[in-house]
């Protein structure tokens, strides 16, 4: 009686082990994709090109790296890039697909970068370019301003 007990614990217990090692190989061979979060009243079906909402990318260490706005399919809206370590990289609004409105982008160290706007996917009016440490390094001006 005691050696039928032993062998049907003997049998749980490899069992056991035997799904444990066989979990932790398939976790350790997956791939780790992207992580892509969408919030939006419209969900998209199998990623339509014509999807209406905000896409949030995230980067491994599960900081930000990206949001923006679509709305039937084309970039509306806000965009907004981060750094890995969440320094912003740089912001921008869409309309209809094309840059419109104020565009900045920023270096690692959190100094501007660029600074100007966009009218229709042109620039327009004051642009302005920095260095890292932080000096104006030229502007130059689009369509008369």
């Known amino acids: 009686m005691l050696v039928i007990s032993f062998k049907k614990t003997m049998r749980r217990l490899t069992s056991i082990i035997t799904f444990f090692s066989l979990l ?5 061979t997956s791939t780790h994709e992207p992580k892509i ?10 990623f339509s090109p014509a999807y209406s909402g905000i896409k949030v990318v995230y980067y491994e260490n599960g900081k930000k790296k990206a949001e923006t706005s679509y709305e039937d399919g084309k970039l509306e809206g806000e965009s907004i890039i981060w750094e890995k370590n969440g320094q912003l990289r740089a912001k921008e609004v869409f309309d209809d697909g ?5 565009y900045t982008s920023w270096y690692s160290n959190g100094h501007k970068k660029v600074e100007g706007k966009y009218d229709n996917g042109k620039r327009k009016g004051k642009w302005t370019w920095w260095d890292e440490k932080g000096e104006v390094s030229y ?4 369509d008369g301003c």
């Open 98 to 102: 094309k840059r419109d409105e104020s």
């Open 24 to 28: 932790i190989f398939i976790s350790c």
């Open 139 to 142: 502007e130059l001006c689009y």
């Open 37 to 46: 979060v969408y919030k939006s009243s419209i969900l998209p079906s199998n």
